[in-house]
């Protein structure tokens, strides 16, 4: 895993720092150990939710939910409220950040870049391996929304995390084991007409022969994390492409990799947050990179989840312990998310699929997506504020909305806003190819993004 503590600057730099990341992060489980190793070589501490957490100005800290990560750097100055001690506040100036930072008499808000670590994959099921034609072959069970077509004929490992009996969890990869062969063109004639994928039949993995088996899939995982096969009692397992992330083009100007959606924006909001100066702070900068975002995000390290409203109310309550409940509100209602999640450029083959009149591009710089019917959480409140981390960083954004006919995603973006009431913007990078095992981006658009994202985060 990368620890550089230190965002690159220059293309070549990013793209490969990226690599690195995205090569390191084959899951949601194992994105969380990149980042929160990048977090610590920048020196932040990591905190357990179990424990009663005692937090100063000028600290920085993250904290983990099981494929989730969040991360903080609080304002440098003297905190009055906890010199005062829980039942008065400080008499020094008046505010609660007395030296640097804060809003006179106020508890500071929050600069919030939020992402998500999963990506669309197929899920290991549990069950024993099976024999089909002579072949070995797995259960596995569609995550997310992929392009399924774009996994067939890839050779594909296996990683997530394993849960032993002793309670314990460790990640697992596995190399390259599996591929979902397709039928030849010789035994269906009309596949160039459109293809048809049978979502249990024709999406199941093939791992061996049958009659060489050495060792069975579990036991691979096992081997591969180092722990007795017989100790594993569970397990999160996706499938991953193999293929190395790279440049490429006329003047290797693109980018392709599995997971841009949407590790690139995890990558830009961990490196922003590193490159962060707590001195300057007024608000409380906050990384969130939740999980389980491809399915809804109905889970507890999800953007439905309570994770960000438990870890922004003990931020407050730790920093100020005599602030109340009103304190946290007004927190809050002073605090702003940007949500980066991937979008799309208008893609030359396919005009018509677009807005007739907006026109994002490959290379245009981050989008700002909006959306009448909130899919997209984006006002013209967060609309000015993003304009303005954009001119600091001195980078370009364009407007990305749907063409009327076609169904629009959505993000963490509207679930963060109504969750805690924040101002939210949507925005992110725009890519080609989106859910396919590999995708493409302009490598001019991801150091934008992580320019903005710093500017944003900074203040």
């Given amino acids: 895993m990368s620890a550089s503590p230190v965002r690159p600057r220059t293309k070549t730099q990013v793209a490969a720092d990226l690599a690195d990341f995205i090569s390191s ?16 070589a920048a020196g932040f501490l990591q905190l357990d939710e179990r424990e009663k957490w ?22 440098a100055g003297k905190v009055g409220a906890s010199e005062a001690g829980a039942d008065e506040p400080s008499s020094d100036s008046g505010g609660l950040f007395s030296d640097s930072g804060g809003l006179p008499g106020t508890v500071p808000g929050f600069r919030v870049f939020g992402s998500h670590t999963d990506s669309p994959a197929f899920k290991l099921k ?7 034609e002579g072949t070995r072959q797995i259960g596995v069970e569609i995550y997310g929304g992929p392009l399924l077509n774009s996994w067939l004929d890839r050779e594909l490992a296996l990683a997530g995390q394993l849960s032993l009996t002793d309670g314990s969890v460790v990640l697992a990869q596995t190399p390259p084991i599996a591929r979902i062969p397709q039928l030849a063109i010789h ?4 596949v160039n007409d459109g293809l048809t994928l049978d979502k249990q039949r024709h999406t199941t993995p093939i791992i061996g022969l049958a009659g060489l088996a050495e060792a069975d899939v579990i036991e691979i995982l096992a081997a591969s994390a180092e722990v007795d096969p017989e ?8 499938t991953i492409p193999v293929q190395s992330p790279g440049l490429f083009g006329a003047q290797e100007e693109f980018f392709a990799a599995p997971r841009l959606d949407n590790l690139l924006s995890v990558h830009a909001g961990v490196s922003a947050l ?54 946290y509100l007004a927190s809050l209602a002073s605090s702003i998310c940007v949500s980066s999640d991937a979008g799309h450029a208008a893609h030359p083959n396919y005009p018509e699929r677009h807005d007739p009149h907006v026109r994002p591009r490959l290379g245009g710089g981050p989008l700002l997506k909006l959306n009448a019917q909130q899919r997209y959480a984006t006002d013209a409140v ?8 954009c001119t600091a960083a001195g980078v370009e954004y364009q407007n990305f909305v749907s063409n009327n006919a076609m169904p629009c995603g959505s993000t963490i973006g509207p679930l963060t806003a109504t969750r805690l009431g ?3 913007v949507d925005v992110g990078p725009a890519l080609y190819s989106m859910h396919s095992a590999r995708e493409m981006v302009a490598i001019e658009d991801v150091v934008a993004l992580g320019a903005a994202a710093k500017a944003f985060l900074q203040g």
């Fill in 422 to 424: 924040m101002t939210t």
């Fill in 25 to 40: 992060s084959p899951s949601s489980y194992h994105a969380t150990a990149t980042a929160a190793a990048r977090f610590e």
């Fill in 274 to 327: 590193v490159d962060v100066d707590a001195a300057s702070l007024d608000s409380v900068a906050l990384f969130a990179g939740f999980d389980h975002e491809e399915i809804g995000s109905s889970s507890r390290s999800g953007a439905c989840g309570p994770f960000l409203a438990d870890v922004t109310e003990r931020i407050i309550a730790s920093l100020f312990p005599g602030s109340t409940r009103s304190d």
């Fill in 382 to 389: 967060g609309t000015a504020a993003w304009s303005q981390a």
């Fill in 126 to 132: 549990p069950g024993e391996e099976f024999t089909t």
């Fill in 231 to 238: 100790q594993v009692v569970g397990h999160d397992v996706y």
């Fill in 54 to 75: 005692s937090l100063e100005p000028g600290q920085s800290h993250y904290v983990i939910r099981d494929g989730a990560i969040i991360a903080w750097r609080t304002p």
């Fill in 187 to 190: 035994l269906d004639r009309q």
